[in-house]
């Protein structure tokens, strides 16, 4: 009768959650979310503890050098002297000339092979450039050392002296190892990201955009300006982001051809140093704590760097897809 009673009541009997419980366990229901959120938790986990390790092992030279650290350009581990700049400085310019050379040809090859190349020569590309991301760094480092600082010391540099000697940034002797041998090395390393990535986001666009454009008396090439890359142009920021955050950590390719002088000039012919390849240099030589702990602010600084243009890259991203999605 209590049986009877709670039913037509309209209550549960007292196991029922355990029974519907087992139901949705044996059915994989929780199993699966519980796996998915441990996976996702995780990644939040591993972030937080690596920012944690890293903030707190700079608290010595954070707490000694404070903000001074970011904006003076003394790297004296002898004196106990430390600054960043020259380590900022050599690692924003090369990322960005990286860029500069990189996004022009990775974008415009990701066009010719997803709009215009026949599919087997697009589809062998493909392969060679997916090929060329996974080439380890320190294979590029020396390409860079037996192959393009050649080329650039007797075929490159010289017309650029003679054509742009007036600028600043192309006064001065080159010696191979440089700024600008190291942006271009970078330059190399990024292209594949930037193509591969950006291929994929046009060749997602759907195809009838293009049929309605040819079908309005369009070119091809004006379809492929006009209505495919701005369709797509969120997945090619995002690309190009990608590449960058890939350039500002990279570090043997770049220790190999940059010099590794921690000093600011404004030629890019003159060697410099950057974040990533200080600490691959010096980590190992670091005797005192305050020297070790400089290094890691280093680390601290190049992650807040990354950090920082992620969530810029995501913004615009999203303000892209917004604009895209109102256009």
Known sequence: MSTTATLDQGVAPPGGRVVSFRRRLRAGDEVAYLITLIAAGTIFLITALVFYEVFSQSALSRHKFGWSFLITSVWDPVAGTFGALPFIYGTVVTSILGLLVAVPEGIGSA??????????LSNACTFLIELLAAVPSVIYGLLGIFILVPILERHVVPPLK????????????????????????????????????????????????????????????????????????????????LALARALGETMAVTMVIGNTPQIKASLLAPGDSIASVIANQFTEATGDLYLSALIELGLVLFGVTFVLNGLARILIIATSRKGAHS
């Open 162 to 241: 003679s054509a742009f000697g007036w600028l600043p940034i192309f006064q001065g002797p080159f010696y191979g190892v440089s700024l600008f041998s190291a942006g271009i090395v970078l330059s190399i390393m990024i292209v594949p990201f930037i193509v591969s990535v950006s291929r994929e986001v046009l060749l997602a666009v759907p195809r009838d955009q293009r049929e309605a454009s040819l079908a309005l008396g369009a070119s091809q090439w004006q379809t492929t300006w006009r209505v495919v890359v701005p369709n797509a142009s969120s997945g090619i920021v995002g690309s190009i982001f």
């Open 111 to 120: 066009i010719f092979l997803s709009e215009m190349a026949p599919p087997r």
